[in-house]
């Protein structure tokens, strides 16, 4: 069994495994609170509802080295060999030409839950049981009980066990994680190192974090003391109820330095209801690929600040097709949501009811446009879609000099050459001037153009003609759709610089 991976950032380390964990939640209104005299009472009337968890594993050694390292000495020292020499003999060796075969071992985790109903549903994180054999839940009377899975989804880390108790258990409820500020306090309840329910108190530190663990990122951070051992346990508002599931830890020595992080209770009850219902969890799908809205990119579609998702693809047959979203499009609001940034849409689309049919606000062609469109279920091998910037090759070309581009159009020859697909349509990239603003957004031979402003352009000559129209618009940027290795992109280029195209 793993115990806490570790995740590399830049100052330390996000910690998940069968202990860590930490809150923050979203935006909210709510009447800010005084800190009470004690949190004994409520601690006292959450703690039954908290639970140990522990899970077992059972592993092949296949004669790897185990046992004690050897200690660190200088190299070639006579105390490095002595300690190699006797660990040797002591365990197997590298090829398992010393020594038995080592028999399987167990390797044992730990964690925390808690329940969510008193006929034994707990709640965990999937980190915490992932690749179990037993599973053993423990009440705070020190009751054991075996348990058994009731269904896991590795995207948000989050599982349902089932147990069978003899009399009905002290179920807590889910809070509303959206009410939770900046500020308020909370209160984390787990099993730190093994060492049975323990509290900490803190505040919300933060909301809305995405820590690059997964697409549907969205964590409460709290300063709330979490270490190992902690995750899967829950994160308290003052009225006790469940505002996050503590998952993570951000250290750089693998203990609490007061920066956690938890799964909102919004996202986790829509998560652990479809668990419950159908041993996995359903999301909504769109059937787009999208792309963030940078200034440049906003500034040359007409758009007064960088916000939504930018459409770079939209899949045949997918839910967006129907409702006739088109690349180029800029997703504003999706079901009366506000799309503030692009990383916000995967999460808001698969919280939504498959089926149900939803407004789409749009940014087309310089004003704003509302849709409606069919929520589909997001298969099982679908990635949340992102777009990304790449290509080789020379050919007759015309150079847009402001640009930095030479371009050509797909003909057989260029089709060969640059290795097009039959069906490619638009003018390929044959060479892009190193410094120049094609360069500078990773623009590669290769590429293809396919539409200049949100217009097919099928010649050379039409994307000058487009870029020479968008210039005496006085924009800073013309916006381009390539499609490159990766997929198709919308790339700005910046107009500042001296002048538009030179045929040749």
């Known amino acids: 069994m793993r115990y806490p991976t570790r995740l590399a950032l830049r100052a330390g380390a996000v910690l998940l495994a069968a202990t860590l964990i930490l809150p923050a939640a979203l935006p909210a209104v709510a009447q800010a609170r005084p800190a009470p005299d004690s949190f004994a009472d409520l601690a006292e009337r959450l703690l039954p509802g908290v639970v140990n968890i522990s899970s ?24 490095e060999q002595f300690f190699r020499d006797f660990l040797d003999r002591n365990r197997p060796g590298p090829h398992g030409d010393h020594g038995p075969q080592a028999p399987p071992r167990k390797m044992q985790s730990l964690g925390s839950g808690f329940i969510v109903d008193p006929a034994g549903i707990v709640v965990t994180n999937n980190h915490v ?10 009440l705070q009377d020190n009751t054991s009980l075996k348990a058994t899975l009731v269904g896991r989804d ?60 997964g697409p549907y990122d969205n964590f409460i951070q709290t300063d709330a003391a979490i270490n190992r051992g902690n995750s899967g346990g829950p994160l308290f508002n003052l009225d006790g109820e469940v505002i996050g599931i503590n998952t993570a830890i951000y ?23 479809q668990l419950r219902d159908f041993g996995r ?21 007409g758009l007064k600040e960088p916000s939504g998702a930018l459409v770079a693809n939209v899949e045949e047959g997918g839910p967006a097709a129907a409702a006739k979203l088109r ?5 504003l609001k999706f079901n009366g949501q506000e799309v503030k940034e692009m990383r916000n849409l995967p999460r808001i689309v698969a919280e939504t009811e498959i089926g149900r049919e939803v407004p789409v606000v749009l940014w087309r062609d310089g004003h704003e446009l509302t849709l409606t469109a069919r929520v589909g279920e997001l298969p099982d091998d679908q990635k949340v879609a992102a777009a990304a ?31 097009l697909g039959q069906d490619q349509k638009g003018v390929v990239v044959t060479d892009v001037v190193a410094g120049s603003p094609a360069a500078d957004r990773g623009v590669k031979p290769g590429d293809v153009i396919v539409e200049v402003q949100q217009q097919e352009v099928n010649t050379p000559a039409e994307v ?8 005496k618009t006085n924009r800073k940027s013309v916006l381009m759709l390539i499609q490159g290795q990766d997929g198709p992109r919308w790339v700005p280029l910046s107009l500042e610089a001296e002048t538009n195209r030179q045929p040749g």
């Open 56 to 79: 077992s594993q059972t592993v092949q050694s296949h004669n790897e080295r185990q046992g004690p390292e050897i200690p660190m000495f200088p190299p070639g020292s006579p105390f």
């Open 389 to 419: 910037p790449d290509k080789p090759g020379p050919a007759a070309s015309t150079e847009l000099t402001g640009l930095g581009l030479k371009l050509a159009p797909i003909t057989p020859e260029t089709r060969d050459h640059y290795q």
């Open 327 to 331: 690349g180029g499009d800029i997703i």
């Open 129 to 138: 049981i992932d690749g179990a054999d037993e599973i053993t839940v423990t």
């Open 251 to 273: 250290s750089p020595s693998g203990g609490s330095i007061g920066i956690g992080f938890s799964i909102p209770s919004n996202l986790a009850k829509t998560v652990v209801a």
């Open 154 to 213: 590795e995207r948000t880390d989050i599982a349902v066990l089932k147990v069978s108790p003899d009399k009905p258990l002290t179920a807590l409820p889910f809070g509303d994680s959206d009410r939770s500020r900046v500020g308020d306090w909370v209160l984390a309840i787990g099993n730190p190192f093994g060492l049975g329910g323990s509290v900490t108190a803190g505040i919300v530190s933060a909301r809305g974090r995405d820590i690059q663990q």
């Open 464 to 471: 000058a003609d487009r870029v020479e129209r968008v210039r």
């Open 281 to 301: 969890a359903k999301r909504g799908w769109l059937g787009v690929k999208i792309q963030q809205v940078t200034p440049d990119i906003a500034e040359s579609m």
